[in-house]
């Protein structure tokens, strides 16, 4: 009998480690939280290595053929910059040593290259801050100071609205049509560049985009999807919370956490109730969020997406813990539809419109937030099946791999940098010991590079 009992115990044991599989019909609700830490590390560790080997001192490994690729003529560096605090939190310090080492000796912005300013701004301005504040190594606070400087002249236009691209050596820009989530996803990464540098030139600059953009609402609260900086006119008058808009409204909120800022505070609260009221939808009981105009509130589409999943994350840490759950469930609904998530789909018919999945993080990141708010075990056990999901169908022998669709499974030869900052981060953190990194002391960006208030105002 004590055979028979050690034996099913054991088989048990293995059901609840990382190494289950199990059929969709079945929901994991208790996680071995030790193993499944350690799983994360190791497969990061995986992909680490094969960056390592393949593409060091470049933007990013194509994992399926074994090869490098760089976002402009001159490599940046973006993987190992946007790697460094989840090398440092998950105490790969051996990793993270010569990471750094690497790029304090060899990174260098005087270029004559045009970059994306919001890209930059949350991968590098953001990496290399969260880094500075992890290690207290000022090298990474004077590579954050000089990039800073050179992204500046995105502001000078008219409005204050940034452009889209500015050369780094120049300061010229162009890309007069920008968005509200290019030009309202500053103030986290340039307001902490003016507390850690006591350069109020950041903090106003950024922030007086992200007013100028709340400012040019419509009538009844909405933003559009594309704006241009030189007039400050609307471009595109869809509403709605995904790409291009979506972090927008998340660095309201964070801001006024991070900053105290009671202008963001004002500005979150009028924006989060347009959204509710206008953008929210009860489909068949299930809370989505779809696209609507800016000016009329009617509904224009019933689209949500793996982009979208981020919500659930926001409303969480503002409070609205209803809401959040609800709108969790439905990103656990579209992930479940396929195994994995697509890019974007119908949710009234649930038909998939852009089958794609590039290794996004936010369905993850809102669990890691609803799981740390509420202490709820299911958000842990929608965490281990959506892992187990992702290992299947995105390892390689080199790395991970973007789906080119989540109903083929077909890989793509693409592995962006935010793998490594923000994917394998909030799983490992869903998992990890919350001592790893106090949830209460510190904000994320919008590519979840953790920041600390360490400044009196």
Not at 28 to 48: K, P, T
Not at 229 to 246: K, L
Request: proline residues 4%; glycine residues 6%.
């Amino acid at each position: 009998m004590t055979i028979r009992l050690t034996t099913l115990l054991l088989a048990l044991s293995t059901l609840l480690t990382p190494s289950f599989s199990f059929a969709k019909t079945q929901r994991v609700s208790v996680v071995n939280r030790r193993a499944l830490a350690a799983r994360v590390r190791a497969e990061f560790l995986h992909a680490w290595r094969g960056y390592e080997r393949y593409a060091w001192g470049h933007d990013e490994l194509k994992p399926l053929s074994k090869t490098a690729r760089d976002w402009y003529d001159e490599p940046l560096y973006m993987t190992q910059v946007d790697a460094l605090d989840t090398l440092i939190l998950m105490g790969f310090r051996k990793e993270a040593d010569r990471d750094r080492e690497f790029v304090v000796k060899n990174l260098n912005f005087d270029k004559d290259i045009y970059v994306q300013n919001f890209e930059i701004t949350i991968r590098h301005l953001g990496g290399l801050l969260s880094t500075y504040q992890l290690t207290g190594d000022r090298r990474l606070l004077r590579l954050a100071e000089d990039l800073g400087n050179r992204l500046l002249p995105a502001f000078d236009s008219p409005t204050g609205l940034p452009y889209r691209f500015v050369n780094l050596r120049t300061g010229k820009t162009r890309g007069e049509v920008t968005n509200p989530a290019e030009a309202g996803t500053l103030l986290i990464e340039f307001g902490t560049l003016s507390k850690l540098t006591r350069r109020p030139v950041f903090y106003d600059k950024a922030k007086r985009a992200l007013v100028e953009t709340f400012k040019r609402r419509s009538a009844i609260g909405l933003v559009g999807s594309r704006i241009n900086v030189e007039t400050g006119e609307w471009a595109g008058t869809t509403s709605h919370i995904s790409g291009g808009i979506d972090s927008y409204y998340e660095y309201l909120l964070k801001c006024w956490r991070l900053f105290g800022d009671e202008d963001c505070r004002r500005m979150w609260l009028e924006s989060i109730a347009a959204v509710n009221g206008h953008l929210a939808d009860d489909e068949g009981g299930e809370l989505w969020y779809g696209q609507a105009d800016m000016r009329t509130g009617r509904r224009t589409a019933t689209s949500y997406g793996a982009l979208d999943a981020f919500f659930p994350a926001v409303l969480a840490l503002s409070g609205d813990l209803a809401r959040a759950r609800r709108l969790q469930a439905s990103s656990l609904k579209m992930w479940r539809a396929h195994g994995i998530e697509p890019e974007r789909l119908d949710y009234r018919t649930m038909q998939v419109s852009d089958a794609e999945y590039p290794l996004r993080p936010e369905i993850v990141e809102s669990a890691y937030y609803l799981h740390t708010l509420t202490g709820d075990p299911r958000y842990l056990g929608e965490g281990a099946e959506m892992f187990e999901d992702f290992v299947r169908h995105c390892k390689t022998d080199a790395g991970y791999a973007a789906l080119k669709s989540v109903e083929t499974k077909e890989q793509e030869d693409s592995m962006e940098s935010f793998l490594f900052a923000e994917t394998f981060k909030y799983f490992y953190l869903l998992f990890a010991p919350p001592k790893t990194l106090d949830f209460n002391q510190i904000i994320f960006n919008t590519e979840a590079h953790p920041i600390r208030k360490t400044w009196r105002r």
